[in-house]
């Protein structure tokens, strides 16, 4: 237990350098298979991106959940380390980095389609490692805008951009990704630093009938 008063939060070195693949961090709470620490380089699902895979102190991680601004993780074995040791935390760059870039590649989509379709309704939206969707509603199908914003996104991929990832309130942890000439996106995902990293962005749609439609994407 930490002391009263005491403002301890996790600190995401992911916002700072989310091309870090190993970390030393510190056990700040141990519950049973669940631990805190006070550094992590280990996303938990949030803003649609899946949770990255990995261990803390060579135990594999099966859940890392936010609560709040703190982040618990949930080991597969019981801990044989306890509150202040230290422990290397690492993670599954393949998965993280293709995690990234159907993250930002989705991003940029969903960007373009509200610039091309006016008052489309986005209604969900998910990025696993292999591909990422978006689903909206709209009574048209979206294959007439399709190739127009893969056309776009190519683009944007192409022109090798640079994407600044910052707070905009620094507190309760907001952040926000920029690009000059493409857009600014609130978002508390782990962002790429160039656009170019997307590499080749391909679309596909999918109707998934009464006014819903679903772009899938993908990146080679
Ligand atoms: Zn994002």
């Avoid at 930490?2 to 709470?29: D, S």
């Avoid at 000059?180 to 990293?197: F, N």
Wanted: net charge negative.
């Amino acid at each position: 237990m930490h002391t009263t008063g005491e403002i301890r939060m996790v600190q995401k070195v992911f916002w700072v350098n989310p091309y870090q693949t190993e970390l030393l961090a510190k056990i700040t709470e141990k519950d049973g298979h669940q631990v805190q620490l006070d550094k992590t380089i280990f996303y938990a699902e949030s803003g649609g991106q899946e949770s990255d895979s990995g261990s803390i102190g060579g135990i594999n991680v099966i859940q890392a959940e936010k609560k709040g601004v703190d982040i618990i993780y949930t080991l597969e074995e019981l801990p044989h380390f306890g509150i202040d040791d230290e422990v290397e935390v690492c993670i599954d760059w393949e998965r993280r980095y293709q995690l990234m870039k159907l993250h930002f590649a989705a991003e940029v989509v969903l960007e373009l389609f509200y610039a091309q379709c006016k008052d489309i309704n986005k209604i969900g939206a998910h990025i696993s490692s292999n591909k990422s969707r978006i689903d909206f509603e709209w009574t048209e199908s979206i294959n007439t805008v399709l190739k127009e914003i893969e056309t776009k996104a190519q683009a944007i991929s192409d022109a090798d951009l640079v994407i600044e990832s910052k707070f905009s309130d620094h507190t309760n942890e907001k952040r926000y990704w920029h690009v000059e000439g493409v857009a600014q996106v609130p978002c508390g995902g782990t962002h790429l630093v160039k656009t170019s990293e997307m590499g080749i962005i391909k679309l596909k749609r999918k109707n998934l009938g009464k006014g819903k439609e679903r772009v899938e994407i993908y990146v080679a």
